[in-house]
């Protein structure tokens, strides 16, 4: 069975800038509404395996907002306001009794902020330096065992290098990025490096997109910290994922977009289905 996951920034939604290595003109931008969600009873352990746990649920609806403060500096804000975990009960096959009881929290989700300078722009190829500051917002214990987390309680800082190029083919302009990137992680989890290539093309009021995108962990957090998987934040996670996103535009200005991730491979990280869903206006 195909395996679909989460892009979680930062762990949730891997914050995906919108504009790549281009930067938003002075005082336009992208704004979004966004509905994503995870129904998970198994996960991938340190081996890369899968096994199974008790159905979890998260679903995190948030702002994403990219303004131009100038021609050069653009201002990025993930906003996750309302953000529900859940455990489903569990029942036992054969008599039917309630083995263990669901339980579900709700909470706000932590936030990433973040500041892109143009290092290249009005060329061919742009080129985006970015540094995201994850603010430990969320609510890192929850539930009656403290595993129905909303947030990782650390505050991470990540320094990003985006790279991007539009193209002539006929009468349209398909796109292609890539990036690389450094996350310093604090509270005992182990720093990351993030990576990811995406393609697109605007055909009329369609935008189908690409993105190939991935984690790998340093291994330099503490030993047997939060490392079971059954999480969103979970330490030393790791992932290669591919994802699918179409948008239809209502107007030059506001349109639809939804998207899911597959997952190729993974570590301590769920490997279940994900979906979003999202309404943008763009300035």
Do not use: C
């Not at 790549?20 to 994503?36: E, I």
């Not at 939060?226 to 107007?251: D, Q």
Request: overall charge neutral; charged content about 15%.
């Amino acid at each position: 069975m195909k395996k679909l996951l989460i892009i979680v920034i930062l762990v949730v939604p891997a914050f995906s800038f919108a504009g790549g290595g281009w930067p938003q003109p002075k005082k336009k931008g992208y704004f979004k509404l966004n509905q994503f969600w995870i129904i998970s009873d198994q996960h991938f352990t340190s081996s890369g395996g899968i096994d199974p746990n008790a159905t979890r649920g998260s679903y995190f609806t948030s702002l994403y907002g990219e303004y131009g403060i100038s021609d050069r500096f653009t201002g990025i804000l993930y906003f996750p306001f309302f953000v529900r975990v859940t455990l489903n009960e569990q029942v036992s096959g054969t008599t039917g009794d309630v083995i263990s009881e669901g339980d579900a929290h709700n909470a706000t989700g932590d936030i990433d902020v973040a500041l892109k300078y143009a290092l290249v722009y009005n060329k061919p190829i742009a080129v985006g330096l970015s540094l995201l500051l994850g603010l430990p917002t969320g609510d890192a214990e929850g539930g009656r065992d403290g595993s129905l987390q909303t947030g990782d309680g650390e505050f991470n800082q990540m320094i990003r290098l985006d790279v991007s190029r539009s193209f002539k083919i006929g009468n349209q302009y398909p796109y292609a990025s890539a990036y690389v990137g450094f996350n310093n992680r604090t509270g005992g989890y182990s720093d990351e490096f993030h990576y990811g290539v995406e393609a697109g093309i605007s055909l009329n009021k369609f935008i189908p997109i690409v993105r190939l995108y991935g984690i790998t962990s340093f291994q330099n957090g503490e030993p047997n910290f939060n490392s079971e998987g059954t999480s969103l934040f979970s330490n030393n996670r790791e992932y290669l994922a591919i994802s699918p996103e179409l948008s239809y535009k209502f107007s030059n200005k506001t349109g639809i977009t939804a998207s899911a991730g597959f997952a190729l491979s993974g570590k301590l990280i769920f490997a279940n289905p994900t979906y979003s869903i999202g309404v943008f206006l763009q300035l």
